[in-house]
């Protein structure tokens, strides 16, 4: 069996993974990258879900590092695609003009620009990317985690693998950045999942007794436009089905245009109009104002065909991740069937996209769109959906410190702001987002004050060296739903990963950073230095 052995590994390579891996090399350290799927960035490239960002994104609230990607992706439009005068001069320029984000852009230049921030040090040898691998077993002595095998999926594994079908990797720490916490259950970390009782954290949405299956729903995503001519999918077997399937509080069938608000509850009818003749440079994406939702196609598009020379586009292309995608019927982990709720929940995406095309009320009055084409050319993959399930709620390890409702709630906090951590890693903003649950939840969402990120939620309360370093951090069920986003993940991980490489350049441990005041100092004070901002200024939320 093949065995690799590197300062630390991190296994997972979405946001927090990726930014886990910068952080450790930038401190000159090696590294073992895992990725599942055949692009690094998870949420933002294999779920293919544009970021979801503060409305101050583009001054403040994230981390020096994710203003690098964010920028990166804007100078790969500038320097590959034909962009007219006008995009091309937009300081702030959004490929998509999508409503949900100020950079909705296709999946694939996050992926080139990912992979070109990795570049020097794959170059020099010190960080070494297994993909596409996923842990399958793990050891442990006591409280410390030895090793992980990774097992390659579908066939041999890459060349930086040696094309091994089963990898075991060791390092000093070991970083779970897996989209769902996989590496929790298999060292034995303590972990939670789903709801937690109100008894047990306070939080005044908590429900009455704890509810471990009851999580957000996955989404399985896709990207589409629309064109001339016949494009209708293949029937797809379980149509009938969810073109019948209505849960209790929506209003309608989930398949329609009609569904709650998240914010009021109320049924609203969204609006759908391909390719509308609208000025892309004009949007501006503020979740303050709105959240964006009212036009389905504008919402999350990530190719505005205006913004480009004439002929470059012959459509816009948008990215479904809207409300009646969301898979209700059972957890994605945990449970002995999830992987058919997996696939269920890609039957239902193409559901979707088949009522799209052929029972859909259109705008101008008939049924249906048959020129919708899926692009799977955009999200890689061989079904044409997203490679991988947007998976919203992970497990979550227990750690010293949980982040819980009433640390930023708006409605509790009212004009104090959000709770300041003595032992801040970082900092985030989004409300608390909550799409219906397994559990038969409607929507749950809180308005926020801007936040911070307690180091002591990235430290288990008993495992040494295993630190999370994605959605798994220690949040609650409903705290999760504003820490899970895009810049909250990847500063997680980078504050994970610098963790990691701070104890290692000390000798000491995750506990005794966060427990001795000197070098809690000196940790932050490191993270200050590569553009970790520890605190917000004076901010009102929404």
Known sequence: MHEIHADAVVVGGGLGGVAAALALLRAGRTVVLSEEFDWLGGQLTSQAVPPDEPSWVENLGVTASYRALREGVRRYYRDHYPLTEAARAAREFNPGGGHVSRLCHEPRVAVAVIEAMLAPYRGSGRLRVLQPYRPVAATVDGDRVTSVTL???????????????????????????????????????????????????????????????????????????????????????????????QPSFWGDKLLSWRCPNPRTLEIMERSFTPNPDDDPLAVVADQRISPGDGNLWTFRRIAARRNFLPGTYASDITLVNWPMIDYLEGPAFDVPDAAEHLAAARELSKSVLYWMQTEAPRHDGGTGYPGLRLRGDVTGS???????????????????????????????????????????????????????????????????????IPLGALIPRRVANLLPASKNIGTTHITNGAYRLHPVEWNAGEAAGALAAFCLDRATTPHAVREDETLLADFQHRLIRDGVSLRWPEIVGY
């Open 151 to 245: 097992a390659a999926v579908t066939g041999a594994g890459n060349t930086d693998a040696g094309g091994a079908d089963e990898v075991v990797v060791t390092g000093a720490y070991i970083l779970d950045a897996t989209e769902t916490g996989e590496l929790l259950p298999l060292t034995g970390t303590e972990y939670v999942t789903g709801f937690e009782a109100q008894a047990e954290t306070g939080e005044p949405s908590a429900p009455a007794e704890s509810q471990p299956l009851n999580m957000q729903a996955v989404s399985v995503c896709f990207a589409m436009d629309h064109v001339d001519g016949d494009h209708t999918i293949d029937r797809p077997a379980s149509y009938d089905y969810w073109r019948d399937y």
């Open 382 to 452: 061989a079904d044409g959906l997203a490679q991988a399930p947007y998976i919203r709620e992970s497990r979550r390890i227990r750690a010293l410190y949980t982040v819980t409702e009433q640390d930023l709630s708006l409605a509790v906090r009212g004009d104090k702001g959000a709770v300041s951590y003595a032992d801040s890693v970082g900092i985030g903003m989004y409300r608390i987002d909550l799409h219906p649950s397994t559990g038969g939840d409607n929507y749950l969402d809180v308005a926020c004050s801007p936040f911070e």
